[in-house]
């Protein structure tokens, strides 16, 4: 079992001191016994669930996939009840630099719990990253799903005009995407040019007249981590186009990357103009 190493202090938990070369099951799952994990990153519980059914024995309250997941619940991602991860008795606890805070990550380390921390920024590097964790837990061979998925994100661009976009994540206060994201390439794969991606910060808080002084083609408005919907969000953009984009797709990197190419391209050639 590969253990990750938290490395430099931060806002959540930092960049690993190291890289790492019931439910629904997918086509392919494998049983695998022994091995108890606890995820507190969504998209992994996902993959985990779906392809080593039986190993996950907890998730946060934000592991929403597969909608039949029936595992103890252990808190939130941001402030999970550690002294329940405990409880659970896992071999390994699964982290995300983004998704969960340095504290908890130390914690857990420093009670012996062993953790393993994923830090994907492209998509590449997620495909890389979920098919190494899902071999060193024992599947035997790559699962139907992440075959899809790398051959739905090695196909060509459908598109070769790219349109200018600033990106929120999140409203009161505005956050957006900026450089070295997994999301941000995701977009970058489907013709989107974030305008923040040449910003020091990694989620700059531009106010909105900088926002609409940068006069984007498109306004892209994923529905998580701040549910954007077409009453909240597109009226601050007035006369823009606003594409309502599934957070799911844009930003887990699990199953959901077999499908989220058709997904995001559909939506992001559907935008909406407020008045």
Same mark, same amino acid.
């Given at each position: 079992?590969?253990?990750?190493?938290?490395?430099?202090?931060?806002?959540?938990?930092?960049r690993?001191?190291?890289?790492?070369?019931?439910?629904?099951?997918?086509?392919?799952?494998?049983?695998v016994?022994?091995?108890?994990?606890?995820s507190?990153?969504?998209?992994?519980?996902?993959?985990?669930?779906?392809?080593?059914?039986?190993?996950?024995?907890?998730a946060t309250?934000?592991?929403?996939?597969?909608?039949?997941?029936?595992?103890?619940?252990?808190?939130?991602?941001?402030?999970?009840?550690?002294?329940?991860?405990?409880?659970?008795?896992? !071999?390994?606890?699964?982290?995300?630099?983004?998704?969960?805070?340095?504290?908890?990550?130390?914690?857990?380390?420093?009670?012996?719990?062993?953790?393993?921390?994923?830090?994907?920024?492209?998509?590449?590097?997620?495909?890389?990253?979920?098919?190494?964790?899902?071999? !060193?837990?024992?599947?035997?061979?790559?699962?139907?799903?992440?075959?899809?998925?790398?051959q739905?994100?090695?196909?060509?661009?459908?598109?070769?005009?790219?349109?200018?976009?600033?990106?929120?994540?999140?409203?009161?206060?505005?956050?957006?995407?900026?450089?070295?994201?997994?999301?941000?390439?995701?977009?970058?794969?489907?013709?989107?040019?974030?305008?923040?991606?040449?910003?020091?910060?990694?989620?700059?808080?531009?106010?909105?007249?900088?926002?609409?002084?940068?006069?984007?083609?498109?306004?892209?408005?994923? !529905?998580?981590?701040?549910?954007?919907?077409?009453?909240?969000?597109?009226e601050?953009?007035?006369?823009?186009?606003?594409a309502?984009?599934?957070?799911?797709?844009?930003?887990?990197y699990?199953?959901?990357?077999?499908?989220a190419?058709?997904?995001?391209?559909?939506?992001?050639? !559907?935008?909406?103009?407020?008045?």
């Open positions: 079992m590969t253990i990750i190493p938290v490395g430099s202090p931060g806002g959540a938990v930092d690993p001191m190291a890289s790492h070369p019931g439910p629904t099951v997918a086509p392919g799952a494998e049983e016994d022994g091995v108890r994990v606890v507190l990153v969504p998209s992994l519980t996902e993959a985990v669930a779906v392809t080593l059914p039986g190993l996950l024995v907890g309250d934000w592991c929403t996939h597969p909608a039949d997941l029936d595992v103890p619940r252990v808190g939130g991602s941001k402030f999970p009840d550690l002294d329940r991860i405990r409880a659970l008795r896992p !071999d390994l606890v699964l982290l995300n630099i983004e998704e969960n805070r340095r504290e908890d990550a130390a914690a857990l380390a420093a009670a012996g719990v062993p953790i393993r921390v994923t830090y994907p920024r492209t998509v590449d590097g997620a495909l890389t990253e979920l098919a190494d964790l899902l071999r !060193d837990l024992g599947t035997p061979a790559e699962p139907d799903w992440l075959a899809t998925a790398r739905a994100w090695t196909a060509p661009a459908g598109t070769t005009v790219a349109r200018r976009a600033v990106v929120p994540v999140w409203r009161r206060p505005w956050v957006v995407l900026g450089a070295d994201t997994f999301a941000g390439d995701v977009l970058r794969r489907l013709g989107v040019y974030n305008l923040y991606a040449e910003q020091p910060e990694r989620y700059p808080r531009p106010n909105l007249d900088q926002m609409l002084m940068a006069e984007p083609d498109l306004v892209v408005l994923p !529905d998580e981590p701040y549910r954007f919907t077409g009453d909240d969000g597109p601050a953009f007035a006369g823009m186009p606003c309502l984009v599934s957070g799911r797709h844009l930003t887990w699990g199953p959901s990357l077999a499908e190419r058709g997904v995001l391209t559909a939506q992001l050639a !559907d935008p909406i103009v407020a008045g």
